[in-house]
């Protein structure tokens, strides 16, 4: 089978345009997935993502069966919050998923909370998405008149009320923990992990699972499904299938749901069903493989397959699932700074080395670029990054509270160490860079393991 | 704190060295205990912690390998590896302190802070030597204005969160915040809702950096050129521990000492401000007589102390002792007060000694009750009962302490007030009692019937403190007495601690400035053969307190009133007979600190020099004796009080053997029998200070009083009246504020606050002006609608000036009623 042929598990209805109705959802096998669930004992849900290795699609790629086992036994309330604060620069598949799929991802809350024990989830999106709000406040609407939602569903004791919350537009709010303070009504800003994980200290210093919104979209059809089928897909521990969103200079930007752990970049970025290839039919200089946090990857590692742990033993992730593609004739400083100002501006301001630091990387960029850089500035941006994520190693050891700060750093290691001659022009001659970076390149070269694994 | 004992120790290495820590302690705490200081920003012991400037970044093994922890946030766990010196923790440090310089102004030759900057100490001690920051800092409008006494700069800002933890955690005053992101973040207020706290100078205290600066300090001084002295704030009785900041005989600032008992470093705006009526120009530098045409004019001491002298010998050949009356005291040292009792009781031989102004407690109460300590009021899992008082208005640190008790430790408070006061939004039962009938919304708490059954069990407490204070002017002080009284006999563990307010009260009771009592909290009787050693003589009788000696001059019987330091026509409650008093007496003579509105009746003026100005002790509301210092001299000729009581001795043919504070003291330990044991030398090696009574005296000394209430009934409610309540205001219109610039301007007048429902039976329009009337008198006020007042009740605020309450209370009623009519 071609890697083009993998069934669509979350995006099955993005080309209906009634898709995210009710009559639609349930017409075409919606709320079954729940009905399997509440067949089984909570735990046997668990163990039943478990073992289809359903790993989190909000970026950190953790196992969802295993995290929600963090909760501490026997402390309730719990809470499930929904992480829809998708704001990834080059990620826009969760909003697909709440705009054209509102149920499925209402269905996943539901079966979450079951496994979960949770009587109350929270629907956190992004301030922005005005129609994915609207469609899931409908959704949550005709769900609860149906019955899906509310006391006693479908005559169990399992009873459950989903909360729908608008963010009001920051990024940092995508992180857990911000989220957790924003829903409280607080300025969103992380908190720190230690003691405040989640799964221990969360909303309301209750247990709290926080998940993506494509992990709980997953979870109708491994329910109706069931893992094995879930997991005959994929390779490694990347199994079923995922949403990327692709983005930059290819033919067809867009997102596309692929089997995980086959398909190559090449694949995702050539094939005509997903990005077409280079526009203009240019050549490929670099790509992000997983959101503008990600450390970049380069023409030679297109044969990497979308695996989380093969793309992680290089010095990068697959993140948020966000490949954004750089041509032949990009800038690649402009590049660099257009990222780091994102990451400045979207600092929350709490701890100093992101909201000092983040800052001062974008100034020193954009001097270089208005043609007043100097040979040291090179050896400064990577010591500051240094001072940020300590050693810029991968994973990161950052000197934050959250990843957002050493996010700013990726591109700033990746841009200096690949691309120092196109540095160099901006500054007026060829520089020297003395500071020792352990990780950048970061990226190593790409070695297909199975020659090893059969030796 | 004790060392942790060995087995209960927790232990980790810090820097390569064994450290025996506590456990639940940070590493922070930790290691600073054992001689490792790890730079900090945002962390305050007082506050819960936040790891957000990320200055105490330092390597941590907790068995998985080295990794940067701020150490802030980080509780010690065995066999920890701390390393705050390491090549990768000092990198770190050093790259943090780069980042908060970046943008950080080199103002510091103009800055308040500087030459005491955290930051600028750190980056001597811990940062690098230059700056790799070529690009523009961020600009702000230097520096706004967030409240009357506080600016804001943000420039110099480090958003390390410690004042806006302040006013949130601590203060409970969400007035400043993080506004925008990125590098654009700063603190700010929001439009028209300045920070406006009782607790506002805090966060000038606490900012790292000269980002927030008190407006009376600004540009006074370099913090090189000051000297310091540590003692006691006396503008209200909870005896805040303080260094007074002066140079050149002038005192430039209060801060805030750690006093672990006490106000842990914080101070309210009134204390930390007021430091500015020491030397206010209305002070009085010299003796005042009052001329036939009825000016005050300048004299010597010798002839203003002669004629004072005069005036009080005629009054004992005419009238005995019983015709010479002293009103106040309560703003004096322990010392003078000693003095001032010796002086008016063992010389001159009168009881009509009162340091309170009808406005107090009963003395055999506030003397024989079990006393708490604040500490002991705000334990963890206690109980804490509060009835007339409001800790923000009248002893705004205390109520600092109650908030982190209640919100942080699980106290329980319970509050019984005759409307909502500052503590009802953290108490667990917040019940309203009708005016002057505390006691009998006590007994039904006692009997725990229906809805009052939880409350009950809130005070069945092995822990229960009362909080006992004279909230209300209009009402006699009988009903919370028989409400302490029925507490007592239900739980007999309960202990009280003291809602009195005003400076060294307890202090001025404690020595005996209050009828029926000697020194060391013993009655007359108790005390009469040991005093007749020690004095050679002891009035016979019970004497008047303040009411008693008002009504008496009224009459004629007091030739010579002596005002020390009091106000009666503003501050006691009863404005109309305060005044038939000061026109009764023969002669009055007023030592002060500056005149007030009773001056105007004085013959006789005695300046005398106030706080910052006098060496000594004071007691607060736990009965706690702690030291005052002397900063700066006195205005010109002014004296101190105890000076001033042996002058007079002399001139009446006494030595009362006081030649300065230390032999006053000495006398005092050695003759009270609440004092024994507190010696100059004790109480030197306890910077808190010592309790008062806790102490075991030896067997020769009088036994202190204990308490009994007498019965009490309180008068029905009279359906066509409203009671009145009298509330009081942090900020009011008395004489150390009003001399105070600073303070002068926070002052509000006041209005009559009455419930809607009230308004609308009587036909009283909801605004405008009303006629308040009771039988006393009548005065017109401003009416403002409150629904939080309870209906058959109206408010007036105590002391800020016209129209003021004290017109419309009969000190001889139980309680005030008032009717309202609407003015044309």
């Known amino acids: 089978m071609a890697v083009t042929d993998a069934p669509k598990i979350t995006s099955s209805r993005f080309d209906l345009a009634d898709g995210h109705t009710i009559e639609r959802y349930v017409a075409t096998g919606g709320y079954q997935g729940l009905k399997a669930a509440l067949a089984k004992s909570p735990s046997g849900v668990v163990d039943e993502v478990k073992s289809a290795s359903l790993l989190g699609r909000g970026g950190a790629g953790f196992p969802a069966g295993v ?18 604060d998708e704001s990834e620069p ?60 509310g006391k006693n569903i479908y005559g169990t004791e399992f009873s459950v009320d989903i909360v729908l919350h608008w963010g009001a537009g920051a990024y940092i709010v995508g992180e857990e923990t911000a989220l957790i303070e924003s829903l409280e009504g607080n300025r969103g800003m992380p908190r720190l992990k230690p003691p405040f994980f989640p799964a221990a200290k969360g909303l309301y210093l209750q247990p709290t699972i926080v998940n993506n919104v494509e992990t709980l979209a997953n979870l109708p059809w491994i329910m109706s499904n069931g893992a094995a089928a879930f997991a005959a897909l994929g390779a490694e521990n990347s199994k079923g299938t995922r949403i990327f969103a692709v983005s930059g200079h290819v033919k067809n930007p867009g997102v596309y749901e692929v089997e995980f752990g086959v398909t190559t970049f090449r694949d995702l970025l050539y094939a005509p069903v997903y990005g077409g290839g280079i526009r ?100 400064l941006l990577l010591d500051i990054c240094d001072n940020i994520s300590v050693g810029m190693n991968w994973p990161p050891r950052q000197t934050t509270i959250c990843p957002l700060g050493q996010s700013a750093t990726s591109p700033i290691a990746s841009a200096v160490m690949r691309f120092r001659d196109e540095f160099e022009a901006y500054l007026g001659g060829p520089a020297e860079i003395t500071v020792q970076v352990k990780g950048p390149a970061f990226v190593g070269p790409y070695v297909h393991e199975e020659a090893t694994a059969d030796a | 704190m004790p060392e942790a004992p060995a087995e209960t120790a927790v232990a980790i290495t810090v820097n390569g060295k064994a450290i025996a820590a506590r456990p639940g302690e940070l590493v922070i705490d930790a290691a600073e205990r054992n001689g490792v200081y790890i730079p900090r920003f945002c962390y305050h012991h007082r506050m819960e912690p936040v790891g957000m400037c990320r200055m105490c970044l330092v390597e941590v093994d907790t068995g998985r390998g080295m990794a940067l922890q701020p150490s802030c946030m980080l509780t010690v766990a065995p066999d920890m590896v701390v390393e705050t010196e390491s090549p990768v923790a000092k990198k770190a440090q050093d790259g943090i302190l ?31 030597g230059e700056s790799r920051f070529v690009e523009e800092k961020r600009h702000y409008e230097k520096p706004i204005s967030i409240s009357e006494n506080v600016y804001l700069d943000r420039e110099r800002c480090i958003l390390c969160d410690r004042c806006t933890r302040f006013a949130k955690d601590v203060a409970g005053d969400t007035l400043i915040h993080f506004q925008d992101r990125g590098n654009g973040t700063q603190i700010n207020t929001f439009p028209d809702h300045p920070f406006a706290s009782y607790f506002s100078g805090n966060t000038v205290q606490i900012c790292p950096v000269g980002a927030l600066t008190a407006k009376p300090y600004r540009f006074k001084a370099r913090p090189w050129d000051l000297d310091v002295v540590e003692s006691t704030c006396t503008d209200c009785a909870v005896g805040c521990r303080i260094v007074i900041d002066g140079s050149r005989n002038e005192v430039l600032r209060y801060a ?72 106040g005291g309560a703003h004096l040292t322990n010392e003078s007060a000693y003095a001032w009792a010796k002086l008016a009781k063992g010389v001159i031989g009168t009881d009509n000694v009162d340091a309170q102004l009808g406005d107090g407690l009963p003395a055999a109460m506030v003397a024989g009750m079990a006393r708490a300590t604040i500490d002991e009021a705000c334990v963890a899992g206690g109980t804490l009962l509060v009835i007339g008082s409001d800790p923000k208005d009248e002893l705004a640190v205390l109520f600092l302490r109650i908030r982190d008790a209640v919100t942080l430790h699980k106290t329980t408070v319970v509050e019984l007030s005759p409307r909502a006061t500052s503590l009802s939004e953290i108490a667990a039962h917040s019940l309203r009692s009708v005016p002057g009938a505390v006691h009998e919304l006590v007994n039904q708490i006692i009997a725990g019937e229906g809805d009052l059954a939880p409350v009950r069990a809130a005070l069945a407490n092995d822990h229960l403190t009362v909080l006992l204070g004279r909230g209300s002017m209009a009402e006699s002080a009988e009903a919370t007495v028989a409400a302490a009284a029925a507490l007592l006999a239900a739980f007999p563990n309960v202990k009280f601690l003291s809602g009195l307010r005003r400076a060294n009260v307890h202090g001025a009771l404690d020595l005996g400035l209050t009828p029926g009592f000697l020194p060391g909290r013993v009655t007359l009787d108790d005390g009469r053969a040991w005093f007749t050693e020690a004095w050679d003589t002891v009035p016979a009788e019970p004497g008047l307190d303040a009411a008693g000696i008002l009504a008496a001059a009224a009459d004629g019987r007091i030739d010579t009133l002596i005002l020390l330091g009091a106000d009666p026509l503003a501050d006691f409650p009863d404005r109309e007979l305060a005044t038939r008093g000061l026109k009764g007496a023969r002669t009055v003579i007023a030592v002060e600190t500056l005149l007030n509105s009773s001056s105007a009746f004085a013959h006789i003026v005695l300046p005398a020099a106030g706080a910052a100005e006098v060496d000594g002790t004071t007691t607060n509301i736990e009965g706690r004796v702690s030291t005052v210092r002397q900063k700066v001299t006195p205005p010109g000729t002014a004296r101190p009080d105890w000076m001033i009581a042996a002058e007079l001795a002399f001139r009446l043919g006494a030595d009362l053997n006081i030649t300065d504070a230390a032999s006053a003291w000495a ?90 429902t009230d308004l609308d039976r009587l036909g009283v329009a909801p605004s405008g002006n009303v006629k308040v009337s009771s039988p006393r008198g009548a005065i017109t006020a401003a009416v403002e609608p409150d629904a939080t007042v309870p209906p058959g009740t109206v408010v007036l605020a105590w002391n800020q000036g016209d129209p003021s309450p004290n017109a419309l209370i009969d000190a001889a009623a139980p309680v005030t009623e008032v009717r309202l009519e609407t003015t044309s």
């Open chain 1, 67 to 84: 995290k929600w086992g963090f909760c501490p036994p026997g402390v309730f309330p719990r809470y499930l919050v929904v992480n829809g």
């Open chain 2, 667 to 756: 006398e005092i330990e050695r003759l009270s029998a609440a004092h024994a044991g507190m010696t100059a030398e004790a109480l030197g090696n306890e910077p808190d200070g010592l309790i008062v009574g806790r102490t075991e005296p030896d067997v020769e000394r009088p036994a202190m009083v204990s308490f009994s209430a007498p019965a009490f009934e309180a008068p029905a409610v009279d359906a066509y009246s409203l009671r009145l309540v009298t509330t009081r205001r942090l900020y009011d219109q008395g004489t150390l504020v009003s001399h105070s610039p600073s303070l002068a301007g926070l002052a509000v007048s006041g209005s009559l606050l009455a419930n809607p």
């Open chain 2, 98 to 128: 780069e980042f908060l310089l970046i943008n950080h102004p080199l103002d510091c030759p103009v800055c308040d802070k500087g030459g005491e900057c955290p930051l600028q100490d750190h980056t001597v001690a811990f940062g690098p």
């Open chain 1, 90 to 149: 080059g990620t826009y598949k969760d909003r697909l998923l709440m705009e054209k799929d509102p149920h499925q991802l209402i269905e996943g809350v539901l079966i979450g909370c079951y496994a979960v024990g949770c009587s109350q989830a929270f629907l956190y999106v992004r301030g922005e998405m005005a129609l994915a709000q609207e469609r899931i406040a409908q959704a949550l609407n005709d769900a609860y008149a149906a019955g899906h939602i």
């Open chain 1, 280 to 379: 203009h039919d240019r050549e490929l200089k670099a790509f992000i493989p997983g959101g503008a946090s990600a450390p970049w990857l380069y023409p030679e590692h297109l044969d990497v397959p979308l695996e989380a742990a093969t793309v992680g033993k290089l010095g990068t992730m697959l993140g948020s699932g966000a490949v954004v593609v750089f041509d032949e004739q990009t800038d690649m400083v402009k590049a660099c700074h257009r990222l780091v100002r994102f990451f400045a501006r979207e600092s929350c301001g709490k701890c100093t080395p992101c909201r000092e630091g983040t800052s001062w990387l974008e100034k020193i960029l954009e001097r270089i670029i208005d043609g007043l850089g100097r040979p040291e500035d090179l050896d």
């Open chain 2, 256 to 327: 805030g000492v750690d006093s672990d008992p006490v106000n842990w470093s914080w101070l309210c705006d009134k204390g930390r401000f007021g430091f500015e009526k020491v030397g206010a120009d209305a002070r009085l530098s010299a003796p005042l007589v009052k001329e036939t045409n009825g000016d005050l004019v300048e004299t010597r001491w010798a002839d203003a102390l002669t004629q004072a002298a005069r005036a009080i010998k005629a009054g004992l050949d005419k009238n005995g002792p019983g015709g010479t009356a002293i009103i």
